[in-house]
């Protein structure tokens, strides 16, 4: 047994030798020449940032033909004569803008049509032709089977005179 473990470790100590004297050649190890080369190869000047150019604005409206997003628009009071009536008490869906209001179904009472509009709150709300909805003084001016038409006034981006435009608010089912 003890003649066995020692050729076993002779063994193993001649296998571990032929390793590493297999590893010691200088030849054919790549690294080492690219490293040796590399000084050589490299180029030593690098070349300069180009120069930042300063900056310079332009005016917003070179040409005077934009609106000056920035200042507050004069509603106009001299050639339009459509206005709208600012003094009148505001109704409760001229708070929600249009987008937001649902026209869900309509009654009909003695000749008179009614809409129903249900608000972002789910809210039911009953009007008729002459009431008013929308941001924008939008007046309705029929209730059909399938949409609610409204006439609104607005202020025209360029000339800031008020313009009328017309808006549907259609049947959501």
């Given at each position: 047994?003890?003649i066995?473990?020692?050729?076993?470790?002779?063994?193993?100590?001649?296998?571990?030798?032929?390793f590493?004297?297999?590893?010691?050649?200088d030849?054919?190890?790549?690294?080492?020449?690219f490293?040796a080369?590399a000084?050589?190869?490299?180029?030593?000047?690098?070349k300069?940032?180009p120069?930042?150019?300063?900056?310079?604005?332009?005016?917003?409206?070179?040409d005077?033909?934009l609106?000056?997003?920035?200042?507050?628009?004069?509603?106009?009071?001299?050639?339009?004569?459509?206005?709208?009536?600012?003094?009148?008490?505001?109704?409760?869906?001229?708070?929600?803008?249009l987008?937001?209001?649902f026209?869900?179904?309509?009654?009909?009472?003695k000749?008179?049509k009614?809409?129903?509009?249900?608000?972002?709150e789910?809210?039911l709300?009953?009007?008729?032709?002459?009431?008013?909805?929308?941001p924008?003084?939008?007046?309705?001016?029929?209730?059909?089977?399938?949409?609610?038409?409204?006439?609104?006034?607005?202020q025209?981006?360029?000339?800031?005179?008020?313009v009328?435009?017309?808006?549907?608010v259609e049947l959501?089912?």
């Amino acid at each position: 047994m003890y003649i066995l473990r020692t050729h076993i470790k002779l063994l193993l100590i001649t296998v571990l030798f032929s390793f590493l004297t297999g590893c010691a050649g200088d030849e054919g190890d790549d690294l080492d020449q690219f490293m040796a080369n590399a000084a050589n190869t490299m180029s030593r000047s690098v070349k300069p940032l180009p120069e930042v150019q300063s900056y310079s604005p332009l005016p917003y409206n070179i040409d005077g033909i934009l609106v000056d997003p920035f200042m507050a628009k004069k509603a106009s009071k001299g050639s339009g004569s459509l206005q709208p009536n600012t003094s009148r008490p505001r109704e409760l869906l001229e708070s929600f803008p249009l987008e937001s209001l649902f026209y869900v179904g309509s009654l009909s009472k003695k000749k008179l049509k009614y809409a129903l509009i249900k608000t972002p709150e789910g809210v039911l709300q009953r009007v008729k032709v002459g009431n008013y909805m929308g941001p924008n003084f939008g007046l309705i001016t029929s209730i059909g089977d399938d949409a609610v038409t409204i006439k609104e006034i607005v202020q025209d981006d360029v000339t800031g005179e008020w313009v009328e435009r017309e808006a549907i608010v259609e049947l959501q089912e």
